[in-house]
T-cell receptor, first 113, second 113 residues
Framework: GQQVMQIPQYQHVQEGEDFTTYCNSS?????IQWYKQRPGGHPVFLIQ???SGEVKKQKRLTFQFGEAKKNSSLHITATQTTDVGTYFC?????????????WGLGTSLAVNP | EPEVTQTPSHQVTQMGQEVILRCVPI?????FYWYRQILGQKVEFLVS????????KSEIFDDQFSVERPDGSNFTLKIRSTKLEDSAMYFC???????????FGSGTQLSVL
């Protein structure tokens, strides 16, 4: 079946270090979304990428969508303790009229002050 | 920003009992979802609902589960006979007509004893 693999599963960094999480889909995606879930909270939408090769930035966060629209990455520059949480990617398969997002397992980020 | 609201925030029930989890999606949204998450693990899709019917459901969503939009504002998830393994955080989500972001509620933590 369609899968979205996300790595790493966990990442511990020192405050100020950079962080990257990667998503790889088994199928071509129509779009990919990124969500952040703080500990004890609910997923909150960060961004959606639609175009092949697209790069979007939100302050210290940089999101990329691969040329083949099968992979994506989220890079955080100079992490802060407020970045702590689990980052999920969720892809919408290209084929058919599927409205179901395929979720990655998430990357849990811990930031040591 | 508009919110998806869920009640109750916590629900404790005995195995075999029926539970109804309630959600009020954002008022102009057309697509509604239930997800669950077991103790900070992956976000698992349960069911999507559009135009007053289920549009897609996962293998988890068996005959013990049902959804309803009884009055045009509420969206409910019923578990007929709860099992221990149904213990999880249940998130309701909604989105508008385009393939845009999901808005998640704060979740109902279901504990089956």
């Amino acid at each position: 079946g369609q899968q979205v693999m996300q790595i790493p599963q966990y990442q511990h960094v020192q405050e100020g270090e950079d962080f990257t999480t990667y998503c790889n889909s088994s199928t071509t995606l129509s779009n990919i979304q990124w969500y952040k879930q703080r500990p004890g909270g609910h997923p909150v939408f960060l961004i959606q990428l639609v175009k092949s090769g697209e790069v979007k930035k939100q302050k210290r966060l940089t999101f990329q969508f691969g040329e083949a629209k099968k992979n994506s990455s989220l890079h955080i520059t100079a992490t802060q303790t407020t970045d702590v949480g689990t980052y999920f990617c969720a892809g919408l398969p290209n084929a058919g009229n599927n409205r179901k997002l395929i979720w990655g397992l998430g990357t849990s980020l811990a930031v040591n002050p | 920003e508009p919110e998806v609201t869920q009640t109750p925030s916590h629900q404790v029930t005995q195995m075999g009992q029926e539970v109804i989890l309630r959600c009020v999606p954002i008022s102009n949204h057309l697509y509604f979802y239930w997800y669950r998450q077991i103790l900070g693990q992956k976000v698992e899709f349960l069911v999507s609902f559009y135009n007053n019917e289920i549009s897609e459901k996962s293998e988890i969503f068996d005959d013990q589960f049902s959804v309803e939009r009884p009055d045009g504002s509420n969206f409910t998830l019923k578990i007929r006979s709860t099992k221990l393994e149904d213990s999880a955080m249940y998130f309701c989500a909604s989105r508008g007509p385009a393939r845009e972001k999901l808005f998640f509620g704060s979740g109902t933590q279901l504990s089956v004893l």
